[in-house]
């Protein structure tokens, strides 16, 4: 028999149930994990092998690689894959209120849930980083929210380990998340990612609505690169939100914060509001 290592499971201790999604890789759906006569409620992420989808696999090879070094409230976790049969398995924490751009589309949040979602971001991004992990594509479709209200970071298939990392290939780039010196060098760096956590603030505060809607990529990217930025709504108390447009949306990245300032700072606001809700 194959001899697998712990983090690799076999098709037969997975049975798959209801489809949850479609992603890039193929079907996302509802499974249950049996492992030491225990079951665990998993996602499973399938994917078909074949020589069309070496570059997907390899994606989603990085993404197991990396996630399986996570454990963080913030950041769905990593259960194992499955690769001896075909389609192939990734095993992930069960998230079921689904992505949370389209969470913030469908539902009415309160201003104190929705600065407790910039918190979990914050919090899942700041222990990224301490562990020198880029993500890389950081966006409110990337994130999924639990149905007791916890934001995940998900979508590691870019993500990098280290300190910064350079775009070599044409690689298709969600243009209106991206810093400004993304936009003229091509690096990504952690603070690239505390860009790109700027603009799903905007769209946290903005009911999941696309940045930049209806302006073109070559305009949207030209604003950015001359410190024209989105504007947060005035849904976001105005502590945050001028902290995103002084501190976050900046065109030099040494004048940006760091992902800790950024938890930091909305504590505090977040105990405030409770406080004040709680009168
Ligand atoms: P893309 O890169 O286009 O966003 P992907 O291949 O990375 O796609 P995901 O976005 O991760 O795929 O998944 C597609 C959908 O499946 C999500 O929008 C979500 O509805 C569902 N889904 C993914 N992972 C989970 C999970 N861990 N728990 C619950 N639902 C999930």
Redesign the pocket.
């Known amino acids: 028999p194959i001899d697998l290592q712990v983090w690799e499971n076999r098709h037969s201790a997975v049975k798959l149930g209801d489809k949850?999604?479609?992603?890039?890789?193929?079907e996302?759906r509802?499974g249950v994990l049996h492992r030491k006569n225990k079951k665990l409620d998993?996602?499973v992420?399938l994917m078909k092998g074949g020589e069309l989808n070496k570059m997907k696999i390899r994606e989603m090879m990085n993404?197991a690689r990396l996630m399986r070094n996570f454990k963080h409230k913030n950041i769905?976790r990593f259960f194992g894959v499955a690769v001896v049969e075909q389609p192939l398995y990734i095993l992930?924490?069960?998230?079921?209120g689904?992505?949370l751009n389209?969470y913030l589309q469908k539902n009415k949040v309160s201003d104190l849930e929705l600065m407790r979602m910039c918190l979990g971001a914050a919090q899942g991004l700041q222990y990224l980083h301490a562990n020198h992990c880029i993500h890389r594509?950081i966006a409110a479709?990337?994130c999924?929210y639990s149905n007791d209200k916890v934001v995940?970071l998900?979508?590691f298939?870019l993500s990098v380990v280290g300190n910064q990392y350079k775009l070599c290939a044409a690689q298709k780039l969600p243009i209106k998340w991206l810093a400004p010196e993304t936009i003229t060098t091509r690096f990504f760096t952690p603070k690239t990612d505390v860009y790109s956590y700027g603009v799903m603030c905007f769209e946290i505060f903005s009911n999941g609505a696309e940045p930049w809607e209806g302006v073109t990529n070559t305009v949207t990217k030209n604003n950015v690169v001359n410190g024209i930025n989105l504007v947060i709504p005035e849904s976001c108390p105005e502590k945050f939100r001028s902290f995103v447009h002084e501190k976050i949306f900046v065109v030099d990245p040494k004048r940006r914060v760091v992902m800790d300032d950024v938890s930091r700072f909305i504590e505090p606001i977040i105990n405030d509001m409770h406080n004040a809700a709680a009168v």
Request: net charge negative.
């Open positions: 949850l999604g479609e992603g890039a890789y193929g996302v509802k998993v996602a992420k993404e769905v992930l924490e069960l998230v079921n689904g992505a389209t594509d479709r990337n999924l995940k998900s979508d298939g």
